[in-house]
Nanobody
Framework: QVQLVESGGGLVQAGGSLRLSCAASGRTFSSLVMGWFRQAPGKEREFVAAISWRGGSTYYAGSVKGRFTISRDNAKNTVYLQTNSLKPEDTAVYYC???????????????????WGQGTQVTVSS
């Protein structure tokens, strides 16, 4: 089992930044592929970003590429999502997810992830 706890969400004005964190426990963190997803009210959960076991590969949704950065610190069992130039359409609950095995063609498929955090709310005002 893997336990994931997100933090760092909040209310920010458009153009602002937030750094989301996700602390993992229960498994060897460095063996996990980590992802961030988000879900706005009335919408499906959507992929935001993912990072490979050692951080050598990162993946982004087109809507956040160039504004968001995913990173991980395996010594701290933590994955981060730095969100810059936030827009009102970025408003959502952001979820951290993990899996021990995934093919690259499924990296953006939320159904491929086995473990989920409880989510942290990000609200961007215009």
């Amino acid at each position: 089992q893997v336990q994931l706890v997100e933090s760092g969400g909040g209310l920010v004005q458009a153009g602002g930044s937030l750094r989301l964190s996700c602390a993992a426990s229960g498994r060897t963190f460095s063996s996990l592929v980590m992802g961030w997803f988000r879900q706005a009210p009335g919408k499906e959960r959507e992929f935001v970003a993912a990072i490979s076991w050692r951080g050598g590969s990162t993946y982004y949704a087109g809507s956040v590429k160039g504004r968001f950065t995913i990173s991980r610190d395996n010594a701290k069992n933590t994955v981060y999502l730095q969100t810059n130039s936030l827009k009102p359409e970025d408003t959502a609950v952001y979820y951290c997810a993990a899996t021990e095995s995934i093919s690259s063609n499924r990296i953006s498929d939320y159904r491929a992830y086995d473990y989920w955090g409880q989510g942290t709310q990000v609200t961007v005002s215009s």
